[in-house]
């Protein structure tokens, strides 16, 4: 009879958890055909972390249930399986940031824009490509963080407040201070007028306070002693806190500022040097004795991927530093995706990449054809631009490369250059976009000798060469920015 009862308790938590895992949550995304959106379309949910779920994908598991084409709009039901209500990004440039709750409905109108948001005080205020407006029952839940950027600007974890060396430090902490209470001010007014959930309020709460955090270390990283703080505003930042694991993991400016206040702590007497490997093992023993486990595993693998950034450096103590690590922490995605990053840091390391291994790169033409990137050198000047289908900055630069692309036709070879994983998205999308036959898909794209040569991580990224293969330094700017066609002009 026990042995029954145990294996029918064992059913019915196996069935519970079976439940709790098919959670979801219904997005049903309303908009106008065009070019960006010709047939089925909707966002990706992103998990609060996206790039940091380290061996977790970074989009929740979605299904696209239909998609009705109506005379005025085009309709698309998706399903996005979620653990519970947290933060997430609705993939819109940087992320359309709002919330989830399972098992809730929602009605996303989404309409392109021509031109940028607004500026507010001399910023955009929100970092997304469309105008979003929610409907629903909780649509004042999902509109929180959008409407709380209307009124001080989206909350970023890199600060949002300038500073500089010339700027008075106590006024600027008592400006992060004012931005700090008129957020607070805004969001018990809201609350006020729409009444949120509390879990929702604080988790607002918890992104808010971290902006301010985050705010405050800006200074440090300038190069500021701690000690030069006023009094209360360096207490602030020693008393500082983020070791709450229920916060930490449904939040993006909380958990990006745990790692960024530690780092700055461990580092205040640097003088904004570059990071060394003293700070690889200081910043490494300072998050082990602050953070519960489960913060600590996820801090600690944040602060060693970091330090696998640099191209050209292994740090002296990262290797025992990651032995250690694995030793001690006992979640196996995070080994693995550390131990992934490590064997391919050290074989790029040992690997010295050369121009011709980068043109010797294998890219396939629109028919199907095999070539290598230095058979469409001729004798023009070349502007390589790099792309994927889901890439939204890049479609939208294609407006101003088609442009350019119109008035040098004569004079430079214009070059597309796909990095998507999947042919049958570059093709379609090639097609819908018009891009035509100058047009390639690179194989092996980010893992590619042409990737690993200019150390492309992102898109959309340009290459020019002049018409006797010197590179042309395109640095940071874009088809949209007018000092690109003067560099154009030149060649």
């Known amino acids: ?16 958890n079976i439940t709790f895992a098919q959670k979801s949550v219904t997005i049903i995304f309303r908009y106008n055909p065009d070019s960006l959106k010709k047939d089925s379309f909707y966002f990706p949910l992103k998990r609060p972390f ?25 309709e698309t039901i998706c399903h996005y399986t979620v653990k519970d209500s947290s933060c997430v ?35 955009y205020a929100r970092p997304w490509f469309h105008n979003i407006n929610i409907e629903g029952k909780n649509k004042f839940t999902y509109m929180l963080f959008d409407s709380l950027a209307h009124q001080g600007g989206a909350l970023g974890w890199s600060g949002d407040v300038n500073y500089n060396n010339t700027t008075d430090l106590s006024s600027f902490c008592k400006l992060v201070d004012e931005k700090y209470k008129a957020r607070l001010l805004f969001l ?13 309020i604080n988790l607002a709460r918890s992104e808010i ?18 000690e030069m703080y006023p009094p209360s505003y360096r207490d602030v930042i ?39 490997n003293d700070d690889l093992i200081s910043i490494y023993n300072l998050i082990k004795q602050s953070y519960p486990d489960t913060i600590k595993n996820h801090l600690l693998t944040t602060h060693l991927s970091n330090f696998l950034g640099n191209p050209n450096l292994i740090y002296p103590a990262f290797d025992s530093l990651l032995t250690d ?35 010797s790169s294998k890219i396939i033409d629109i028919n199907g054809q095999t070539a290598e990137i230095n058979n469409l050198f001729k004798l023009k000047p070349v502007l390589i631009i790099c792309w994927a289908s889901w890439c939204v900055p890049c479609i939208k630069e294609m407006p101003f490369e088609k442009k350019l692309q119109r008035e040098f036709k004569d004079k430079i070879d214009f070059i597309y250059l796909s990095f998507d994983k999947n042919k049958s998205a570059w093709e379609n999308k090639s097609k819908a976009l018009n891009i035509g036959l100058s047009n390639y898909l690179l194989i092996q794209q980010f893992t590619s000798n042409f990737a690993h040569f200019y150390q492309l991580s992102s898109l959309p990224y340009y290459v020019l060469y002049d018409k006797n293969g010197n590179k042309i330094e395109i640095k940071d700017l874009r088809p949209s920015n007018d000092s690109f066609k003067d560099l154009l002009k030149k060649l």
């Open 238 to 276: 020693l008393k500082a806190r983020f070791t709450d694991p229920s916060t930490y993991f449904k939040t993006s400016v909380y958990s990006s500022t745990a790692y960024s206040l530690t780092s700055s702590i461990a580092r205040q007497n640097s003088g904004a040097k570059p990071y060394d």
């Open 188 to 200: 018990e007014k809201y609350n006020d007028n729409h009444h949120i959930a509390n879990v929702f």
């Open 1 to 16: 009879m026990k042995k029954f009862k145990l294996i029918l308790f064992l059913l019915i938590t196996f069935l519970n």
């Open 89 to 123: 990004f609705l993939g819109d440039g940087f992320g359309y940031k709002t919330f989830v709750i399972p098992d809730d409905t929602l009605i996303v109108n989404v309409n392109s824009i021509s031109h940028p948001a607004t500026k507010i005080n001399g910023r």
């Open 50 to 74: 996206d790039n940091r779920s380290f061996g977790q994908y970074h989009n929740y598991p979605e299904k696209i249930v239909s998609v009705r084409h109506q005379n005025d709009f085009f």
């Open 209 to 226: 306070y971290a902006a301010f955090i985050n705010n405050l270390l800006r200074p440090l990283l300038k190069g500021i002693d701690l």
């Open 325 to 359: 690590f694995k030793v001690n922490c006992k979640n196996n995605l995070y080994v693995h995706f550390l131990d992934s990053l490590y064997s391919k840091k050290k074989a790029a390391v040992i690997k010295k990449y050369t121009l011709d291994d980068a043109m």
